[in-house]
């Protein structure tokens, strides 16, 4: 790929994005954002392991300009990459979900909004031309939840993603130490007036708020409510895939919530495999977590997702220049993974298999050293 030569000052990785954004956020807002639950160690681990997977090039592949488009629930994405649902945009910039919007849709990306984004689903609608997903905490008030899932059917919203990680937020030490409170212009403005709306201390408002009850019956109810297909969001186990297709989701997202949640469980991409293989093609794997880098868009690709969502970065980079700003981390990231497409020789996200890594561990590719889970075929 040929590319004009950059500014001085202008970031060149995801990495260099995160570096301005904390340098614009305050401390603590920093903290927010950038931080995981206890010690950190599964947050940490996230980024890591995408360090101990090693690719295997291809000479001469002759691939002039590989199509890094894939197809989800018939809707085409121009590469393999979304947004997580990542609350209150607003606190990075006040361009909010909105800016974020804008500038995924400018790309044919998808945006996954938050339960507690800071503009209404309808105004992120208007500013979007790409597909919308809506994340769904499911809170004691059922029918706050209910009344969600319904406004993003009627405004264009194609899927509903159910997060079955947080019952109630992890303990966050940093937020914590810094008595962290959201501050008071930034609002979940999708609950306003309902009994959810709630606190400024996410960690406290989780507590009191999130339904506890909440089993896998609430994908048949959201889906039969909505019409939307269901995504689970916080699997990491093949027990967990199974039960999660049981209950009739129509896509799972391999995730620890950043991790945000419980310290010590897997890196996404360690529980990718297991759950790639537990799911047997019936419905689409995603992923997100750690992913800093188009190489590791392929990393996951290979090893059976069929494509991963970004959180913290899209937050970094609206703190770095708003709309703008996402618009310009995105559009590094699909040129890094096209690169990468082409120096393993796959011209188009399809192929992109196992035998493209080699993990940890083994000299071999990863076709021969994990078991049936690169089945992609699926729909
Ligand atoms: C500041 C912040 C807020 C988040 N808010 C939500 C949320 O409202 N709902 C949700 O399901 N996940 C939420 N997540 C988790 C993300 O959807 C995603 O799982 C995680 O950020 C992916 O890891 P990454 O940041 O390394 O890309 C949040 C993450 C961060 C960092
Ligand atoms: C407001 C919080 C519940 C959002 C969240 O999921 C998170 O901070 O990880």
Not at 291 to 308: E, K, M, Q, Y
Request: aromatic fraction near 6%; charged fraction near 20%; include cysteine.
């Amino acid at each position: 790929m040929t590319s004009a030569a950059p500014r001085a000052g202008e970031p060149l990785t995801l990495d260099d994005f995160a570096e301005h954004a904390r340098r614009e956020l305050l401390p603590e807002v920093w903290d927010f954002i950038a931080g995981g639950a206890g010690r950190e160690r599964t947050l940490a681990a996230n980024e890591a392991v995408f360090g101990t997977v090693r690719l295997r090039p291809r000479a001469l592949p002759g691939i002039e300009q590989p199509d890094t488009s894939v197809e989800v629930f018939g809707s085409s994405w121009a590469a393999p990459v979304g947004i997580a649902p990542v609350a209150y945009h607003s606190l990075a910039h006040p361009d909010g979900e909105t800016g974020t919007a804008a500038a995924a849709g400018r790309l044919g990306l998808p945006l996954v909004v938050s339960t507690f984004a800071g503009r209404t689903l309808e105004e992120v609608a208007g500013a979007a031309d790409a597909p919308l997903w809506l994340q769904l905490y499911c809170f004691r008030d059922a029918g706050t939840t209910l009344r969600l899932a319904l406004r993003a059917r009627d405004s264009g919203y194609q899927a509903l993603v159910l997060t079955v990680d947080t019952p109630f937020t992890g303990r966050r030490l940093r937020d914590l130490r810094n008595g962290f409170a959201v501050p008071a212009h930034v609002t979940p403005a999708n609950l306003s007036g309902s009994a959810a709306a709630g606190s400024a201390t996410p960690g406290a408002h989780s507590r009191l708020a999130f339904d506890r009850s909440l089993d896998w019956s609430a994908v048949a109810r959201l889906r039969d409510l909505s019409g939307l297909p269901v995504l689970a969001k916080g699997v990491l186990t093949a027990r967990d895939a199974e039960a999660a297709v049981g209950a009739g989701v129509a896509g799972i997202i391999v995730s620890n919530h950043g991790g945000r949640q419980l310290d010590g469980v897997q890196a996404s991409l360690e529980a990718l495999p297991e759950v790639v293989s537990a799911v047997r093609g019936s419905c689409p794997v995603f992923l997100d977590g750690g992913i800093r880098s188009g190489a590791d868009v392929l990393v996951a690709l290979a090893l059976g997702a069929r494509a991963v969502f970004v959180g913290r970065p899209a937050l970094y980079a609206l703190a770095a220049g708003g709309s703008e700003g996402v618009h310009r981390m995105l559009t590094l990231l699909i040129a890094e993974f096209a690169d990468t497409m082409v120096l393993t020789g796959h011209a188009s996200p399809g192929t992109i298999d196992a035998d493209t890594v080699i993990l940890p561990g083994h000299g071999r590719p990863a076709t021969e050293t994990t078991a049936p889970h690169t089945d992609r075929s699926h729909g």
